[in-house]
T-cell receptor
Framework: GAVVSQHPSRVICKSGTSVKIECRSLDFQATTMFWYRQFPKQSLMLMATSNEGSKATYEQGVEKDKFLINHASLTLSTLTVTSAHPEDSSFYIC?????????????FGPGTRLTVL | LAKTTQPISMDSYEGQEVNITCSHNNIATNDYITWYQQFPSQGPRFIIQGYKTKVTNEVASLFIPADRKSSTLSLPRVSLSDTAVYYCLVGDIGSGNKLVFGAGTILRVKS
């Protein structure tokens, strides 16, 4: 199997606070994980690539100081939305890359609904 | 990263076979093709992945012609619960396995 979990599933916070979202690969190790954001009725947008033991790689237009990513182990990556504002309200989804004999596949978590008041 | 083009939406009836075709004209040699299914407020679910010819698993088949410029996801005997958005993606190890999501295809299955 290839199961990826996220915690929390939903979070509501006040403007100006920071929120941490965890992404875990439960039954495989993942050197690489990805973070996406999805707004209502839109497709997923890649935010950054999280690499175990090294700095994350951010997509153009994504503020690295606002979206802090830490990939401290082969099964856990965290995304911290710092000083959240209402425009950061979105559905955040992570994926973990499972590599096996040349077939690399991303498996996605269930997503985290962030609402900033 | 190769760009993909899919129909915006498709309608079908329960019990029918559904084929969703995706074009990826500038697919590179190392690129593989992956299809995902997404329900509202959930993360995408892996359906099938292939590189060439035909791949089949317990839920779908993936047909890839020799030139690999397109691929077709085949869902046998769909049910109402197959109503979802289906994404075709192309990615390769060389680009860090990044996947760029397009708009996807909204499949509506009717009774």
């Amino acid at each position: 199997g290839a199961v990826v979990s996220q915690h929390p599933s939903r979070v509501i916070c006040k403007s100006g606070t920071s929120v941490k979202i965890e992404c875990r690969s439960l039954d495989f190790q993942a050197t690489t994980m990805f973070w996406y954001r999805q707004f209502p009725k839109q497709s997923l947008m890649l935010m950054a690539t999280s690499n175990e033991g090294s700095k994350a790689t951010y997509e153009q237009g994504v503020e690295k100081d606002k979206f802090l990513i830490n990939h401290a182990s082969l099964t856990l990556s965290t995304l911290t939305v710092t000083s959240a504002h209402p425009e950061d309200s979105s559905f955040y989804i992570c994926s973990a890359l499972k590599t096996s004999g040349g077939d690399d596949t991303q498996y996605f978590g269930p997503g985290t609904r962030l609402t900033v008041l | 990263l190769a760009k993909t083009t899919q129909p915006i939406s498709m309608d079908s009836y329960e019990g029918q076979e559904v084929n969703i075709t995706c074009s990826h004209n500038n697919i590179a040699t190392n690129d593989y093709i992956t299809w995902y299914q997404q329900f509202p407020s959930q993360g995408p679910r892996f359906i099938i992945q292939g590189y060439k010819t035909k791949v089949t698993n317990e839920v779908a088949s993936l047909f890839i012609p020799a030139d690999r410029k397109s691929s077709t996801l085949s869902l046998p005997r769909v049910s109402l619960s197959d109503t979802a958005v289906y994404y075709c993606l192309v990615g390769d190890i060389g680009s860090g396995n990044k996947l760029v999501f397009g708009a996807g295809t909204i499949l509506r299955v009717k009774s």
